[in-house]
């Protein structure tokens, strides 16, 4: 997600330092559900409370924000849309958004692949692929020998 005001997989404590050290009515930061797989929290300061509402992506790739009770839900084609309507007064928030909180980016690295730790015939990590986020192992009982 190209937001500079996305965090992803933090926690909800983290989430409320982050914002509470920066104080500021209406200051926002996006980060991953803990609870939902797949969707999103919009997390507003206000007030030394932090409000966090969820967003969810619908099967046809649109957003809409679960706001409050009564509140007409709406939809928009992309986050960035969603953000720019939120910014605007009484639109069911507990304050409109004001300022992002954006991440502090490290340097990017490339990934870098471990050297296989047995230089043979038989490693079995020799092809491995680090392109990839996650590695799949497998059992020993569905490896074929």
């Known amino acids: 997600m190209d937001l500079p ?4 997989p933090i ?3 983290r989430c409320e330092e982050l914002l509470g050290k920066k104080g500021k009515d209406g200051t926002y930061l996006i980060r991953d559900s803990e609870t939902i797989q797949g ?6 300061y206000k007030q030394k409370v932090v409000y966090t509402y969820r967003i969810l992506q619908t099967h046809s790739g649109s957003y809409t924000l679960q706001a409050s009770s009564g509140v007409e839900e709406k939809f928009f084609k992309t986050m960035k849309e969603l953000i720019h ?5 009484n639109q069911g928030l507990s304050t409109h958004l004001y300022r992002s909180l954006k ?9 870098q692949c471990p050297e296989p ?7 079995e990590y020799e092809n491995v692929d680090c392109s990839g986020d996650y590695v ?3 059992p020993d009982d569905l490896v074929k020998k």
């Not at 730790?117 to 490693?123: G, M, R, S, T």
């Open 85 to 89: 309507h939120y910014k605007k007064k």
């Open 136 to 138: 799949v192992v497998l």
């Open 39 to 44: 969707a999103l929290c919009l997390c507003v």
């Open 117 to 123: 730790l047995v230089h043979d015939e038989e490693n």
């Open 5 to 8: 005001a996305y965090h992803g």
């Open 103 to 111: 991440r502090k980016t490290l340097p990017e690295q490339p990934l």
């Open 11 to 13: 926690s909800k404590q």
